[in-house]
């Protein structure tokens, strides 16, 4: 069984650090005394909220652009839509199927996607559309798939941490641009970080008190 020389306490399972303190255990693993139970969720509401969620964006969509006219440059967000609704579907159908490193996917989904759009708008002389629409959508599309997973699918504890601090992430990003003044309109960006915010405040709080437990668990508060 291995054992944490800080805490000198023996822990079961295939702990690699100490749960307690965060030190690097000693000794042989052993099979942990609880059997590892499956998330279990329905794929057809997973698809169903997923389906409405983007049915009702592309008719908000549409109803929006009535209040432009057709050479409005603010009309841009709202012609970009589709890319948000596909980040969103990616993000809920990766975690569906796999279920497994979904952060890192979003992180390597945002930086593709983002830097593919950033590199098309430098090619095409440069008219900040990249930092002021694309980015802001793809970090609030990949939040709202946050949100949908954490809502339809029961995730472990610890998931909902992760989850968070990404969420955090997301929402900062595009609120940098704008701070640089990199941004040519500041509502798109505002938006995605203001989303942000309310995802955290929901996240943090549909597991209560377990969950900011396991997060001052890991920061050692």
């Given at each position: ?192 970080g203001g989303l942000s ?25």
């Open positions: 069984m291995r054992r944490c020389p800080a805490c000198t306490v023996q822990v079961e399972g295939d702990w690699i650090r100490c749960p307690l303190c965060g030190t690097s255990l000693v000794g042989e693993p052993v099979p942990g005394p609880y059997p590892a139970v499956p998330l279990r969720f329905s794929r057809r509401r997973v698809l169903r909220v997923l389906a409405l969620t983007s049915l009702g964006v592309i008719v908000l969509s549409f109803v929006a652009q009535l209040l432009f006219g057709p050479d409005d440059d603010g009309i841009g967000a709202l012609r970009s839509v589709w890319l948000g609704i596909a980040t969103t579907w990616l993000v809920v159908v990766m975690a569906v199927s796999k279920r497994r490193n979904l952060a890192k996917f979003i992180v390597y989904l945002v930086v593709a996607a983002g830097g593919v759009c950033v590199y098309w708008d430098y090619l095409s002389g440069w008219d900040g559309w990249s930092l002021t629409f694309v980015v802001p959508i793809i970090c609030a599309a990949s939040i709202v798939g946050l949100l949908i997973t954490a809502r339809v699918i029961r995730m472990e504890l610890g998931d909902y941490v992760v989850y968070s601090g990404l969420t955090v992430l997301l929402g900062l990003t595009p609120i940098v641009f704008m701070a640089l003044g990199w941004v040519d309109t500041v509502i798109p960006s505002a938006i995605c915010l309310v995802v955290v405040v929901l996240l943090l709080t549909v597991r209560g008190g377990a969950v900011r437990h396991e997060l001052a668990t890991r920061l050692h508060l």
